[in-house]
């Protein structure tokens, strides 16, 4: 039987094998599709490892299938959840190379599946009052200081459709609207963990200033240079927070939507 606790959602870079033992690659066949992950124990707990885009990194962000990997990552009994994500920053004060443990998110995706509960599952509105788990968001801050890594213990994260990067004038908007960060896969992903009552988190990693803020023109490869450089810091605090999760503590993403 294909098991794992923890999962961690991530580019390359993220995964570092040489970190986790017993790792094998699975496929895991699910209602909605089939989604990719590998899975190894590190310090006796179970992590799956499910990169986001794929393995070759060739599916675009509008086009992941976000039910396919929450709902694999069910289907095997992980109950919490690590995410990365690439983000472009719209504040002076979170330079590219800065972390940030977000704490809430603004929409403005357009075509994207929006929920589990549709097709004959039951009518169900799930609370978003936390929608990014506050027990592992704290425990992430505190194990960032521990290890002296610099981490913003909040931000709000607006998910763009993409692939396109946004226009100046859409960053001035998410900016006054109360953004911070801006990228293109934390919706929906976000909603269905929440919906199936993982515990979900994610670190945003800053690769950028957004566009109409330096004068230079965005590029895709300055994204992932940038996310290259330092993505050995998320990697490390994933793998720790994971050694010292104490998941006793009680928390209440499991009965978000009030259907489990
Ligand atoms: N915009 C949207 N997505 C991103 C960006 C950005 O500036 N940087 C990395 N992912």
């Known amino acids: 039987m294909i098991h794992a606790d923890y999962a961690i959602i991530g580019g390359t870079g993220v995964y570092d094998p040489a970190l986790l033992t017993n790792a094998h690659e699975e496929q895991i066949e699910t209602h909605y599709g089939m989604a990719n992950c ?22 675009p962000p509008h086009q992941v299938n976000y039910k396919a990997n ?6 095997i009994g992980v109950k919490q959840v ?22 809430q998110f603004l929409d403005f995706t357009k075509n994207r599946p929006l929920t589990f509960f549709e097709d004959g599952e039951p009518v169900t509105h799930t609370d978003m009052t936390d929608p990014y788990c506050g027990r592992l968001r704290r425990h992430l801050s505190k194990t960032a200081q521990q290890l002296g890594i610099v981490a913003a213990p909040g931000g709000t994260y607006v998910c763009t459709e993409g692939p396109r990067f946004e226009s100046p004038a859409e960053i001035r908007m998410f900016a006054q609207l109360g ?58 605090l994933f793998f720790e927070a994971i050694a010292t999760l104490d998941t006793t503590v009680a928390c209440a993403c499991e009965s978000a939507s009030g259907a489990m």
Not at 43 to 51: E, H, Q, R
Not at 70 to 75: G, K, S, T
């Open 38 to 59: 590998t899975i190894g124990e590190f310090k006796g707990k179970s992590i799956a490892f499910m990169p986001r885009h794929g393995k070759a990194h060739h599916v």
């Open 70 to 75: 929450i709902q694999a990552l069910v289907d």
């Open 82 to 103: 690590f995410a990365t994500a690439a983000v472009g920053s719209m504040r002076q004060t979170l330079p590219p190379g800065a972390l940030v443990i977000v704490d």
């Open 179 to 236: 953004g911070d960060v801006v990228g293109m896969t934390s919706i929906p992903e976000t909603v269905l963990a929440k919906e199936r009552g993982l515990c979900y988190s994610t670190v945003a990693m800053v690769t950028n200033y957004c566009s109409g803020m330096t004068g230079a023109p965005l590029t895709h490869q300055e994204v992932l240079d940038e996310m290259a450089k330092n993505v050995h810091q998320i990697r490390t």
